[in-house]
């Protein structure tokens, strides 16, 4: 891919490149944007296809977290971390250690959390060697049941707009992904009494959920054409595309994965299909506001009081796709850039003070 032709697009500060040959250790390190603040995004581990698929994943996922941090009134930029690996192999204490060692040179321009495939653990070993990497054990621990309560936040704005009640019971939610959030998500559906199909390539993961919240499992490439109200879409991104549009029987699309559009005209065509769209970073704010309230002061009454204003920003997004005519994705867009200008006009990058 041409980086720099990418970069120049979307205007993007710096991409760094970690490698270590004693641990394995390879990084990718993306800082979108730091004109609120520090570029704060978890590090995820995943054994990506290729190289330009990583860079690729590391470029959108921050720059998804500097419109998430905006549109959710926080004062930081957009950032975020993809170690090519498997992480039931690669994981070890001197690559997180190394890890850490490129995230402190960085002087405070970036800070790190867990994200996909990565744990608390593992933040403690990156901890040891950076003061810039939050989420940690002690503190707040797993942001991702945080994230999980702002999702099904959300979801119950983009219910009352699609059906005209915010209720879920009895509401089909098919959802993609049991990982942690997607776990809390569906004990969340449950227990307000909603039915739940869902998909995993983790077996164990499926036989949980099932066993638990009496789910209904289907195969991973299945969830897409079920008869569902609400599709969930809570594991990798892309999941709206030209493939899995004409499968969709839902009426709303609500979930904690980013990058849930494959391009921006799948926004489109989902809106002219009436399908209530929650836009991914708005919806999937919860854990990002939890590992900012670490950084100031944290209380967990006052986060989660936070979290759950996910459900009136959403409801505003839809105010401002039907006033003015466009896609939520593209409201959830205006409403970011306009507090990120302002800012700007009162300071650009961010600096160690």
Same mark, same amino acid.
């Given at each position: 891919?041409? %980086?720099?032709?990418?970069?120049? %697009?979307?205007?993007?500060?710096?991409?760094?490149?970690?490698?270590?040959?004693?641990?394995?250790?390879?990084?990718?390190?993306?800082?979108?944007?730091?004109?609120?603040?520090?570029?704060?995004?978890?590090?995820?581990?995943?054994?990506?296809?290729?190289? +330009?698929?990583?860079?690729?994943?590391?470029?959108?996922?921050?720059?998804?977290?500097?419109?998430?941090?905006?549109?959710?009134?926080?004062?930081?930029?957009?950032?975020?971390?993809?170690?090519?690996?498997?992480?039931?192999?690669?994981?070890?204490?001197?690559?997180?250690?190394?890890?850490?060692?490129? $995230?402190?040179?960085?002087?405070?321009?970036?800070?790190?959390?867990?994200?996909?495939?990565?744990?608390?653990?593992?933040?403690?070993?990156?901890?040891?060697?950076?003061?810039?990497?939050?989420?940690?054990?002690?503190?707040?621990?797993?942001?991702?049941? $945080?994230?999980?309560?702002?999702?099904?936040?959300?979801?119950?704005?983009?219910?009352?707009?699609?059906?005209?009640?915010?209720?879920?019971?009895?509401? $089909?939610?098919?959802?993609?992904?049991?990982?942690?959030?997607?776990?809390?998500?569906?004990?969340?559906?449950?227990?307000?009494?909603?039915?739940?199909?869902?998909?995993?390539? +983790?077996?164990?993961?499926?036989?949980?959920?099932?066993?638990?919240?009496?789910?209904?499992?289907?195969?991973?490439?299945?969830?897409?054409?079920?008869?569902? +109200?609400?599709?969930?879409?809570?594991?990798?991104?892309?999941?709206?595309?030209?493939?899995?549009?004409?499968?969709?029987?839902?009426?709303?699309?609500?979930?904690?994965?980013?990058?849930?559009?494959?391009?921006? *005209?799948?926004?489109?065509?989902?809106?002219?299909?009436?399908?209530?769209?929650?836009?991914?970073?708005?919806?999937?704010?919860?854990?990002?506001?939890?590992?900012?309230?670490?950084?100031?002061?944290?209380? *967990?009454?006052? $986060?989660?009081?936070?979290?759950?204003?996910?459900?009136?920003?959403?409801?505003?997004?839809?105010?401002?796709?039907?006033?003015?005519?466009?896609?939520?994705?593209?409201?959830?867009?205006?409403?970011?850039?306009?507090?990120?200008?302002?800012?700007? *006009?009162?300071?650009?990058?961010?600096?160690?003070?």
């Amino acid at each position: 891919m041409k %980086k720099f032709e990418y970069m120049e %697009k979307y205007d993007y500060e710096q991409l760094v490149f970690c490698y270590d040959k004693t641990s394995g250790l390879k990084a990718v390190i993306c800082i979108h944007d730091t004109t609120l603040g520090p570029a704060l995004g978890g590090t995820r581990m995943w054994n990506y296809e290729s190289e +330009d698929d990583a860079v690729l994943d590391a470029l959108r996922l921050g720059r998804g977290m500097t419109y998430k941090a905006a549109a959710a009134g926080l004062n930081l930029g957009g950032g975020k971390t993809v170690i090519i690996g498997d992480a039931k192999k690669d994981k070890s204490e001197e690559l997180w250690r190394a890890f850490g060692r490129y $995230v402190q040179s960085l002087n405070g321009r970036y800070i790190t959390a867990e994200d996909v495939n990565t744990t608390v653990a593992d933040m403690d070993y990156v901890a040891m060697e950076t003061d810039y990497v939050t989420g940690l054990s002690g503190t707040s621990g797993d942001p991702s049941p $945080v994230t999980a309560y702002g999702t099904y936040m959300g979801m119950k704005a983009a219910a009352k707009e699609a059906f005209g009640s915010d209720s879920l019971e009895g509401k $089909v939610v098919a959802v993609q992904g049991l990982g942690h959030v997607g776990y809390y998500l569906c004990k969340h559906v449950y227990e307000e009494g909603g039915k739940l199909i869902v998909t995993d390539i +983790d077996k164990d993961k499926i036989n949980e959920v099932v066993n638990e919240f009496g789910a209904t499992a289907v195969k991973a490439d299945e969830i897409y054409g079920v008869e569902c +109200d609400i599709y969930a879409p809570c594991a990798l991104g892309a999941t709206v595309n030209d493939e899995t549009i004409p499968q969709f029987k839902c009426r709303a699309i609500a979930g904690a994965a980013n990058n849930v559009l494959k391009e921006e *005209r799948h926004g489109d065509i989902i809106h002219e299909k009436g399908i209530v769209y929650a836009p991914d970073y708005v919806i999937n704010a919860g854990g990002l506001i939890n590992v900012y309230h670490e950084l100031v002061g944290y209380d *967990r009454e006052v $986060v989660m009081k936070e979290v759950a204003k996910i459900y009136d920003r959403i409801l505003k997004v839809i105010e401002i796709s039907k006033r003015d005519n466009i896609p939520t994705y593209k409201a959830a867009d205006i409403m970011a850039e306009e507090r990120i200008e302002k800012m700007g *006009r009162v300071h650009s990058n961010y600096v160690i003070r």
